[in-house]
């Protein structure tokens, strides 16, 4: 028995001996460096991780809820006047934290995974040709630009880490605390990577050629929306901040601006010849071609103006933009819709629609009635097709129906004409008598003098006690799919591709980089031409006016052609930031809005422009050109200075 | 055996016992800093909006550490402040608000003039702080009824101070109506109030003049009513100055 004992023992301990000797093999269950980084395979895995994390404001963004949420119900459009949404009430700046997005951890766990493959990939180069390597660490340098890209634009200087920071036990972390470095540093630092990916990547990608993962082209164009957002901050910027170093953490020299615009100019001109606007079905006489040809433009897979799109893919990266955006009366089984109703403001700036004197929308006939249509869509007659590519109109059609845009019925006496239904400029709600409305939309029928049936409001609102309609009387256009079936309007059951960046941004960058280089003095090396040129060519495409002399293409003529061609693309959140007139635009503004109403007695439509029935005033508070820096990052790093003001 | 198993059944239990007894043992703040912010011109407070659009009251905590993160506290809409809720140490304060600023440093940092005061709070702390507020909103007589029952009023805006980095020019003359007499930019009736931009020098042009607003939208309704009036230059964080409030009974 005691033999046995000594048996069990020996062999208990003859295992432990040997047993020991197998820990020096690496665990079978996570995955190494070598398994990562040996094959193409590996690669692509690493960075189709990069690109996920890539931070671009796409379908899955809002101020609110931030990157890759799905439920987007404060749509971005609805914080820049574009818009109104019955979600938002206001001006508002990102919300991060909590379940919103951790932008400071996330944006820094991107960077890491930059460095970590810029720092191990030469280590493993010997696999790969050497034209390989060079994309991919260009790769890695573009994914790391767009991430200080997307910090330096919120928070001004932000720590620089270009290297894997390691802690190593039992050390004190201060040199983990990385300070913020000077905005103009990180702007550089945006520059000095794209550089880098500008002269390693190839001109065409050779993973994937359709425009969803970097080539020169699209670092370069990159480069040109950062350069001109750095260069209207150093021009326009009144905020600044300093460590006790004397770094400005936030705001940039003026003298800078030049050298920025500069660049921003010279990355949009490597794109000349490369790219092209898109006009597949465009015609120059035919309006409706170049109406189908604007809508066609944000689908069409082979457009050559599609620089750079993230693709979703059901069910693993899904969207659900037209779910929470088509018209009430195409509703999907979700039940949202409408969350996205441009403003009056919006509208307005397009041609081809009757202005009064002040710019606003003629509703009014000279003896101050209001002027009669028998269609809603007639006062839209000759509107720009840019603009029924971009906003639904009251009356027209989408996915083969009339969209019906309908706030009430006026049963008063037509009799030598109606007169407005409030006072100019009155912000108070509309009077009871004589107008049939609608709360929601499920309608009573009003019986019209002719005996025929109408409901008082259109099929996609507006309902007075429930804002799931068209709240300002117009829908959005773009985007939608016209031929997803509404049963499929679904959330998170979307792949519609998302174009970050398209050939006409980078004109227009260029011709903006143009005019503010114009207004410095600094003509020496571009074209003066160019925004004339630009904007024209722009407007051509779009069935706009065209501008007649050079002198007319300014600063704000080009501006204002960005808002319209870029508008609900999430651009124009970011445009006015930079240019610093967010707080003028949003000064205890109320936005206005067009009201279509019914004349049972004339039998014809009139229009009535108000502010907003809500009256939700948008004020923007100018401590948000910079964000608040979370607090959480500021107490695990204690050497973060907050932004001014907060 | 049985002894050494009660000892350490014993042992155990004041273990168990003391172990969750730590509480926290520091005393919760209980000193006072109190105080107010200044017109050094006219000896009134500064009137200013309650929320973060404000005066607030900067601490830092120099006993903690040279480079401390700093603490902040909101000011009271009628320029005055008082936290009772502030650690004994020693701080060094200052006011942030629609006045020069009390730091100022030059276009590369450096801090050329200083005037925050360094407190060793014990109990309590008394601070005053003379600013240079950027614009001085004063009523000329009281606001008057019209015959629609809509309110006209009439003030007067001039500089608060002869710096001359702040003689911007106005960007903005407001009369807020609100049912509290919290009345301010981020407060109002926007069916009444009357909100006025100025490009240009034509806001700096009203200074020193007697301006008269009237409230739009028709009549009031039939209720207490504050009216204030706000004006602000485009410097730094763009916050406004403003009168103090004045109520109206119909």
Same mark, same amino acid.
Request: proline share 5%.
């Given at each position: 028995?005691?033999?046995?004992?000594?048996?069990?023992?020996?062999?208990?301990?003859?295992?432990?001996?040997?047993?020991?000797?197998?820990?020096?093999?690496?665990?079978?269950?996570?995955?190494?460096?070598?398994?990562?980084?040996?094959?193409?395979?590996?690669?692509?895995?690493? !960075?189709?991780?990069?690109?996920?994390?890539?931070?671009?404001?796409?379908?899955?963004?809002?101020?609110?809820? &931030?990157?890759?949420?799905?439920?987007?119900?404060?749509?971005?459009?609805?914080?820049?006047?574009?818009?109104?949404?019955?979600?938002?009430?206001?001006?508002?700046?990102?919300?991060?934290?909590?379940?919103?997005?951790?932008?400071?951890?996330?944006?820094?766990?991107?960077?890491?995974?930059?460095?970590?493959?810029?720092?191990?990939?030469?280590?493993?180069?010997?696999?790969?040709?050497?034209?390989?390597?060079?994309?991919?660490?260009?790769?890695?340098?573009?994914?790391?630009?767009?991430?200080?890209?997307?910090?330096?634009?919120?928070?001004?200087?932000?720590?620089?880490?270009?290297?894997?920071?390691? +802690?190593?036990?039992?050390?004190?972390?201060?040199?983990?605390?990385?300070?913020?470095?000077?905005?103009?540093?990180?702007?550089?630092?945006?520059?000095?990577?794209?550089?880098?990916?500008?002269?390693?990547?190839?001109?065409?990608?050779?993973?994937?050629?359709?425009?969803?993962?970097?080539?020169?082209? *699209?670092?370069?164009?990159?480069?040109?929306?950062? !350069?001109?957002?750095?260069?209207?901050?150093?021009?326009?910027?009144?905020?600044?901040?300093?460590?006790?170093?004397?770094?400005?953490?936030?705001?940039?020299?003026?003298?800078?601006?030049?050298?920025?615009?500069?660049?921003?100019?010279?990355?949009?001109?490597?794109?000349?010849?490369?790219?092209?606007?898109?006009?597949?079905?465009?015609?120059?006489?035919?309006?409706?071609?170049?109406?189908?040809?604007?809508?066609?433009?944000?689908?069409?897979?082979?457009?050559?103006?599609?620089?750079?799109?993230?693709?979703?893919?059901?069910?693993?990266?899904?969207?659900?933009?037209?779910?929470?955006?088509?018209?009430?009366?195409?509703?999907?089984?979700?039940?949202?819709?409408?969350?996205?109703?441009?403003?009056?403001?919006?509208?307005?700036?397009?041609?081809?629609?009757?202005?009064?004197?002040?710019?606003?929308?003629?509703?009014?006939?000279?003896?101050?009635?209001?002027?009669?249509?028998?269609?809603?869509?007639?006062?839209?007659?000759?509107? /720009?097709?840019?603009?029924?590519?971009? *906003?639904?109109?009251?009356?027209?059609?989408?996915?083969?129906?009339?969209?019906?845009?309908?706030?009430?019925?006026?049963?008063?006496?037509?009799?030598?004409?109606?007169?407005?239904?409030?006072?100019? &400029?009155?912000?108070?709600?509309?009077?009871?008598?004589?107008?049939?409305?609608?709360?929601?939309?499920?309608?009573?029928?009003?019986?019209?003098?002719?005996?025929?049936?109408?409901?008082?409001?259109?099929?996609?609102?507006?309902?007075?006690?429930?804002?799931?309609?068209?709240?300002?009387?117009?829908?959005?256009?773009?985007?939608?799919?016209?031929?997803?079936?509404?049963?499929?309007?679904?959330?998170?059951?979307?792949?519609?591709?998302?174009?970050?960046?398209?050939?006409?941004?980078?004109?227009?960058?260029?011709?903006?980089?143009?005019?503010?280089? !114009?207004?410095?003095?600094?003509?020496?090396?571009?074209?003066?031409?160019?925004?004339?040129?630009?904007?024209?060519?722009?407007?051509?495409?779009?069935?706009?006016?065209?501008?007649?002399?050079?002198?007319?293409?300014?600063?704000? *003529?080009?501006?204002?052609?960005?808002?319209? /061609?870029?508008?609900?693309?999430?651009?124009?959140?970011?445009?006015?930031?930079?240019?610093?007139?967010?707080?003028?635009?949003?000064?205890?503004?109320?936005?206005?809005?067009?009201?279509?109403? %019914?004349?049972?007695?004339?039998?014809?439509?009139?229009?009535?422009?108000?502010?907003?029935?809500?009256?939700?005033?948008?004020?923007?508070?100018?401590?948000?050109?910079?964000?608040?820096?979370?607090?959480?990052?500021?107490?695990?790093?204690?050497?973060?200075?907050?932004?001014?003001?907060? | 055996?049985?002894?050494?198993?009660?000892?350490?059944?014993?042992?155990?239990?004041?273990?168990?016992?003391?172990?969750?007894?730590?509480?926290?043992? +520091?005393?919760?703040?209980?000193?006072?800093?109190?105080?107010?912010?200044?017109?050094?011109?006219?000896?009134?407070?500064?009137?200013?909006?309650?929320?973060?659009?404000?005066?607030?009251?900067?601490?830092?905590?120099?006993? %903690?550490?040279?480079?401390?993160?700093?603490?902040?506290?909101?000011?009271?809409?009628?320029?005055?402040?008082?936290?009772?809720?502030?650690?004994?140490?020693?701080?060094? *304060?200052?006011?942030?608000?629609?006045?020069?600023?009390?730091?100022?440093?030059?276009?590369?940092?450096?801090?050329?003039?200083?005037?925050?005061?360094?407190?060793?709070?014990?109990?309590?702390?008394?601070?005053?702080?003379?600013?240079?507020?950027?614009?001085?909103?004063?009523?000329?007589?009281?606001?008057?009824?019209?015959?629609?029952?809509?309110?006209?009023?009439?003030?007067?805006?001039?500089?608060?101070?002869?710096?001359?980095?702040?003689?911007?020019?106005?960007?903005?003359?407001?009369?807020?109506?609100?049912?509290?007499?919290?009345?301010?930019?981020?407060? %109002?009736?926007?069916?009444?109030?009357?909100?006025?931009?100025?490009?240009?020098?034509?806001?700096?042009?009203?200074?020193?003049?007697?301006?008269?607003?009237?409230?739009?939208?028709?009549?009031?309704?039939?209720?207490?009513?504050?009216?204030?009036?706000?004006?602000?230059?485009?410097?730094?964080?763009?916050?406004?100055?403003?009168?103090?409030?004045?109520?109206?009974?119909?």
């Amino acid at each position: 028995m005691k033999k046995f004992k000594y048996i069990i023992l020996f062999v208990c301990l003859a295992a432990g001996i040997t047993a020991c000797r197998k820990l020096n093999i690496p665990p079978k269950n996570i995955i190494q460096d070598p398994d990562v980084f040996g094959s193409t395979g590996g690669v692509q895995a690493y !960075m189709a991780r990069l690109y996920s994390e890539l931070p671009i404001e796409d379908f899955r963004y809002s101020p609110d809820m &931030g990157l890759n949420f799905f439920w987007i119900i404060k749509p971005t459009p609805a914080t820049t006047g574009e818009a109104l949404s019955r979600d938002q009430g206001g001006s508002s700046s990102e919300n991060f934290g909590d379940w919103h997005w951790d932008v400071w951890g996330g944006n820094y766990t991107t960077i890491h995974d930059c460095d970590y493959f810029i720092q191990t990939l030469p280590a493993y180069a010997k696999n790969y040709t050497q034209a390989q390597v060079n994309a991919w660490l260009g790769e890695a340098y573009f994914v790391r630009a767009m991430t200080y890209f997307a910090l330096v634009k919120r928070f001004g200087g932000v720590p620089i880490v270009n290297k894997v920071l390691n +802690y190593t036990p039992g050390s004190d972390v201060t040199d983990l605390k990385v300070p913020r470095a000077s905005e103009k540093a990180v702007w550089d630092q945006v520059a000095s990577d794209l550089d880098f990916a500008i002269n390693n990547l190839p001109e065409v990608n050779a993973d994937y050629g359709d425009g969803s993962r970097a080539n020169k082209y *699209v670092a370069a164009a990159f480069k040109s929306r950062a !350069m001109l957002y750095a260069g209207s901050v150093a021009k326009y910027n009144k905020i600044t901040l300093f460590d006790n170093d004397h770094n400005q953490l936030c705001g940039m020299p003026e003298s800078e601006a030049a050298g920025y615009f500069q660049k921003a100019y010279d990355a949009a001109k490597m794109l000349d010849g490369k790219y092209s606007l898109y006009l597949s079905a465009w015609s120059p006489t035919d309006k409706n071609a170049q109406y189908q040809n604007f809508v066609n433009l944000f689908s069409d897979p082979a457009s050559k103006e599609n620089i750079f799109v993230r693709e979703y893919q059901y069910p693993n990266s899904v969207h659900g933009y037209d779910a929470y955006n088509v018209p009430r009366q195409l509703m999907g089984p979700n039940g949202y819709s409408s969350e996205v109703n441009p403003t009056l403001d919006f509208v307005e700036k397009f041609d081809g629609l009757p202005k009064n004197p002040d710019g606003t929308l003629k509703t009014l006939d000279a003896s101050g009635h209001y002027q009669l249509f028998s269609n809603t869509m007639d006062i839209f007659a000759n509107a /720009e097709p840019r603009l029924r590519a971009t *906003v639904i109109l009251p009356g027209d059609v989408f996915k083969g129906q009339n969209i019906e845009i309908r706030r009430g019925i006026y049963t008063g006496s037509a009799a030598g004409g109606i007169s407005p239904l409030l006072p100019a &400029g009155s912000k108070s709600q509309y009077p009871t008598a004589n107008l049939v409305v609608s709360s929601t939309a499920g309608q009573t029928a009003y019986k019209l003098p002719n005996g025929d049936l109408m409901n008082p409001a259109g099929l996609s609102g507006v309902f007075t006690g429930d804002q799931t309609c068209a709240i300002s009387g117009f829908s959005v256009r773009k985007w939608l799919n016209p031929n997803l079936a509404t049963s499929q309007v679904l959330e998170n059951n979307e792949t519609q591709t998302w174009i970050e960046m398209r050939y006409a941004e980078v004109l227009l960058n260029r011709a903006e980089a143009a005019a503010e280089l !114009m207004s410095l003095g600094q003509t020496g090396s571009i074209n003066t031409a160019d925004p004339f040129t630009i904007v024209n060519q722009i407007r051509s495409r779009a069935g706009a006016d065209l501008l007649t002399g050079a002198g007319d293409a300014t600063i704000d *003529v080009v501006r204002n052609e960005r808002r319209k /061609e870029l508008a609900f693309e999430n651009k124009t959140y970011w445009d006015l930031r930079r240019w610093r007139i967010f707080d003028k635009e949003q000064n205890g503004t109320i936005y206005r809005i067009l009201m279509p109403f %019914y004349s049972a007695d004339a039998g014809k439509y009139f229009f009535d422009q108000r502010t907003d029935e809500r009256n939700d005033v948008y004020t923007y508070d100018t401590r948000w050109y910079y964000e608040q820096i979370p607090g959480g990052a500021i107490s695990k790093s204690s050497n973060l200075i907050q932004n001014p003001g907060y | 055996m049985k002894k050494i198993f009660y000892y350490a059944a014993l042992l155990m239990a004041v273990g168990v016992g003391s172990s969750c007894n730590k509480t926290d043992n +520091y005393a919760a703040p209980s000193s006072t800093i109190t105080g107010s912010t200044v017109d050094e011109g006219t000896g009134q407070t500064v009137q200013t909006e309650i929320g973060g659009g404000g005066t607030r009251v900067k601490l830092l905590e120099t006993s %903690y550490s040279a480079n401390p993160v700093p603490i902040y506290f909101q000011s009271k809409q009628d320029g005055t402040f008082n936290n009772t809720k502030v650690f004994p140490a020693t701080y060094k *304060v200052s006011v942030e608000g629609p006045f020069v600023p009390l730091v100022q440093t030059d276009n590369t940092g450096t801090v050329v003039s200083d005037s925050s005061q360094t407190i060793v709070l014990k109990d309590q702390a008394t601070l005053k702080f003379k600013v240079q507020p950027f614009l001085r909103v004063e009523w000329v007589g009281k606001p008057v009824v019209n015959a629609d029952k809509s309110v006209t009023v009439q003030v007067k805006v001039t500089r608060g101070t002869s710096n001359p980095a702040y003689q911007l020019d106005v960007t903005n003359i407001n009369l807020y109506v609100s049912n509290t007499q919290y009345d301010g930019q981020n407060n %109002y009736d926007p069916r009444y109030s009357t909100l006025t931009s100025y490009s240009g020098s034509n806001g700096t042009a009203l200074l020193g003049q007697t301006i008269t607003i009237t409230t739009t939208g028709g009549a009031l309704p039939l209720q207490d009513v504050y009216f204030r009036v706000g004006a602000r230059i485009n410097a730094g964080l763009n916050q406004y100055n403003y009168s103090t409030p004045v109520s109206v009974t119909f």
